[in-house]
Structure formats: structure tokens, C-alpha cells
Nanobody, 119 residues
Framework: QVQLVESGGGLVQAGGSLRLSCAASERTFSGHSMGWFRRVPGNEREFVAAIIWSGGWTSYADSVKGRFTIARDVAGNTAYLQMNSLKPEDTATYYC????????????WGQGTQVTVSS
């Protein structure tokens, strides 16, 4: 059972930056990938970005390409989401998730961290 703890959310003005962190509880994360999702109240959860843990291959939603960067620190069992050029529409609760193996769903979730972008 992997536990994920996010940090780094907050309030920022449009055009600003934030970095989210997601620490996995395992001594050595053994899953396939980690990802970031976000949800605005009343809307469906939205995929933001994901990274394959072993090789570092990344994937992004079109809405964040060129502005957000996902990275991982293998030794520290931590994934990061660097968010630049933030827009008010990026305001959401951001969740970190882990995928145990390729082809499986993201089964492990963090508690979420709030990101608010003011105009």
C-alpha cells in the first residue's frame, strides 16, 4: 500500500509559478508511474501530467503543455509538478496518484492540495 503526500499548493497571481511535490511512503517506489490530476468542484477529475518512473517518459494534457513540467526524484521517491505561467483556469485541487503497473488504473491517491490563481 503506497501512501502519497502532496505539498506546495497555495495562492498565486496569474502569470506566477508554483511547484507541487508528491512524496511516496515506500522506501523505494516500485510502481509504474506517478501522475497529477486536478478537480474543480462540480467538474470531473482532469488528467494533468504523468511520468513513467523507470524511464522518465512524460505525458501532458494539452491545456498545460509548455507551462507545466513533471519530474521525479527516484532516490527521494518524490514526484514534482512545476507550474509556470499560471492562469485563473488552473485553479483546482491537485491530486497526486500512483499507478502500480502498466495497464492498471491509478489506484493510489494523495489527499490533494489546493491551487488558487487570482486574476
Amino acid at each position: 500500500q503506497v501512501q502519497l503526500v502532496e505539498s506546495g499548493g497555495g495562492l498565486v497571481q496569474a502569470g506566477g509559478s508554483l511547484r507541487l511535490s508528491c512524496a511516496a511512503s515506500e522506501r523505494t517506489f516500485s510502481g509504474h508511474s506517478m501522475g497529477w490530476f486536478r478537480r474543480v468542484p462540480g467538474n470531473e477529475r482532469e488528467f494533468v501530467a504523468a511520468i513513467i518512473w523507470s524511464g522518465g517518459w512524460t505525458s501532458y494534457a494539452d491545456s498545460v503543455k509548455g507551462r507545466f513540467t513533471i519530474a521525479r526524484d527516484v532516490a527521494g521517491n518524490t514526484a514534482y509538478l512545476q507550474m509556470n505561467s499560471l492562469k485563473p483556469e488552473d485553479t483546482a485541487t491537485y491530486y497526486c496518484a500512483a499507478q502500480a503497473a502498466a495497464g492498471l488504473s491509478f489506484d493510489y491517491w494523495g489527499q490533494g492540495t489546493q491551487v488558487t490563481v487570482s486574476s
